[in-house]
Structure formats: C-alpha cells, structure tokens
C-alpha cells in the first residue's frame, strides 16, 4: 500500500519539474518557421547609396549573417558594441535597417561604429515581415546554400556568440 | 510646484527598459472595399499579434500588428483564399500566430491532453469505487 502515498508525490515532483523549467522559458521566444529553409529572397537599396542595391542572390555560396536593427531600438543599442568586436572575430555580417528612416540609421552607425559589411534598408518592414521578425534585433544565419540555420531572437549575447554563433559559422565553413 | 522633469526622466528610463521594440510610425491603410474589411476583421480574430501575445491581430495596436493586417488587406485583394492568408503568416511565424493551432504530432498533447486526463479520472474513479465496494461487502459479512 506505499503506492498510495509515494505515487502521488511522484507525480507532485514531476508537475514541480514542468514548472520549474517554465520558469526559465521566454514566452516571447516564437521558435522560428523558417529554420532550415530558404532564406527568403530580396533585394533592398544600400543604406546610405540609394543608387546601389543589396541582393540576397549575391550572396549565394556564403555563409553570412543578417542582423536586423534600427535607431529606435534600444535593444540594438545594448547590441551594437558586441556587434562591433566581432569585427575582430572576421564575422561576415549583414545588417538590415527595419522601418528606420535613413538618417537616424546612418547617424548611429557614424556615433557607434559601422560593423557592417553592407546594410540594406527595409524602411517600410516588409523585408522584416518575410523573415518573420517581430521585434528587432534578430539575427540570421544563412548558409551557402541560402538555408537559414539559426535564429538568433532578440540581442546576441556574449554567451550566444560563444556557445552558438561562433560553432556553427566554423561548421558551415568546413 | 511639483518638479515634473525627474518623473518624465524616471517614465522615460523606465520606457526605454522594454525590450520589445517597435517603432511608433504605422497606419492601417483601411479598404475601400466594406468586403476586404469584414473579411480582414474576420482572419485576424483568428490570429495572435506576435508582440502583445495575448492579443488578436483585429485589437492590436502594436506597428507589426498593423503591418501584418496591412499585408492581408493586400493578400484579400490580390484574390488569396483565407487558406492562403493564414499559410502565409504560419509560414513566416510559425503555427503560433493561430489562435486554432492545427492537429499535428507536436499539437497532439494540447489537443488530446484533457481528454486523455479526463480517462485516467475515470479510471482511478471505477478502481477507488470497486474497491470501496468490496471494503463494504467485508464489512456486511463481519457484522
């Protein structure tokens, strides 16, 4: 008949387990569609060169990142100075200016630094939308084959940098 | 006199703490049509606004909100099926924007979960019961 008592406190420990682990679950954090799939295409002005044009199909047989940002986003801010010491690391990364009015966006490229290699202006979102952003700043990674193979939602973090951005670039580049 | 700028400052630091961040500049370019209208109002009951979660994208007043119901007035227009709508935003942001998550190997539990609960009650009910019986039925030939 111990059973009776043990079973139930068993099954009290398990729910205990599920909700501890939710505790450190972010809700916010929407698991991505698009991951293993095409990175959807497009081609978007240069910011700052309206006369040039940024295509994802001169991208092809790259492993590059395309990070998404913009001025109003105070989130980028905190992000930004990570972004520019993985200048040292020779990280191919793109940026996408999300429904930012150019100027704003230039300005804190020229205060901060510019750790792009190019950036394209999605001013009206709907790059963003393809890629299912829905809150900047998010970053993809996109392999030779034009396959998105990480989501990073919200800032990069040291730690995020280290134990996944950096592995997988050094494994897609194999 | 109340000094009112340490209170701004203090709401605006506060502010700028959100993580979410999206910008203040988006209006919804509503259709001349009344039928692109009641079918937008329609879909997007149905569908969750990705930054306030809890919220349809009908009520929200989040700028992606407006740009999504942008896009599907867009989409109604060009002739898409309501299908077509929903799979256009379930292939960008995934089976969560459903507010109805469809049937499948990873929905199973949530679908089938409170009644799979609902039998194991019953169960435990029939042998908490049987047994309660029998306790009696011993308790009778004692007496």
Not at chain 1, 53 to 80: I, P, Y
């Amino acid at each position: 008949m111990k059973l009776k008592f043990i079973l139930p406190l068993v099954l009290f420990f398990i729910l205990v387990g599920f909700l501890g682990k939710g505790l450190f679950l972010d809700p916010r954090e929407v698991p991505s569609p698009l991951i293993g799939k095409p990175a959807p295409a497009f081609e978007a002005p240069v910011l700052g060169d309206p006369s040039k044009t940024f295509s994802t199909a001169d991208m092809k047989g790259q492993v590059w990142l395309l990070n998404t940002w913009a001025s109003w986003c105070a989130a980028c801010r905190d992000e930004h100075p990570l972004l520019v010491e993985m200048l040292a690391h020779d990280i191919p990364l793109y940026g996408l200016a999300y429904k930012d009015v150019e100027a704003d966006a230039l300005k804190v490229l020229d205060e901060m630094g510019n750790p792009y290699i190019i950036t394209a202006n999605d001013a009206d979102g709907t790059i963003g939308i393809d890629y299912g952003v829905y809150g900047v700043p998010e970053t993809y990674i996109i392999d030779k084959a034009g396959i998105i193979r990480y989501k990073q939602i919200g800032p990069i973090t040291p730690e995020s940098l280290r134990d996944k951005i950096l592995p997988l670039l050094k494994e897609l580049d194999a | 006199m109340i000094a009112l700028r340490p209170i701004l400052i203090t709401v605006a630091l506060f502010l700028s703490t959100l993580s979410f961040n999206m910008p203040a500049f988006a209006v919804d370019q509503v259709s001349e049509s009344p039928a692109v209208e009641a079918r937008l109002k329609k879909l997007s009951i149905e569908l969750r606004c990705l930054v306030c979660q809890n919220s349809t994208l009908a009520d929200s007043d989040a700028p992606l909100a407006q740009d999504l119901r942008n896009e599907i007035r867009k989409l109604i227009e060009a002739g898409k099926t309501d299908e077509e709508v929903v799979a256009y935003l379930v292939a960008r942001y995934g089976d969560f924007v459903t507010f109805r998550p469809p049937v499948n190997a990873t929905t199973a539990l949530l679908w089938f979960g409170p009644f799979l609960m609902l039998i194991i009650g019953l169960i435990t009910l029939m042998i908490v019961l049987k047994k309660r019986a029998k306790l009696l039925a011993s308790d009778e030939t004692l007496s």
